[in-house]
């Protein structure tokens, strides 16, 4: 697949057309690309990874093969 002729078809399909619904689509694409996921996070949400983090950090976690091995 050829990257420049792809986006270039794409230009012009745009360029033809007046359906407000699928420019707003596209550019809802572009928007929600650049979200930072942790944005959209609840601090409770981040309070609980970072305290993951933590604990990772203190050695209080089990391997997931362990943990597998236990449950077999």
Known sequence: ???QFEKSELMK???E???MSIIEAIKNIFKSEKKDFWDELTQEQKDEIEEGD???ERGEFVLYED???KYR
């Open 54 to 56: 933590r604990q990772i």
């Open 1 to 3: 697949m050829d990257i």
């Open 17 to 19: 057309t007046n359906d």
């Open 67 to 69: 943990l597998m091995k």
């Open 13 to 15: 399909k745009l360029a």
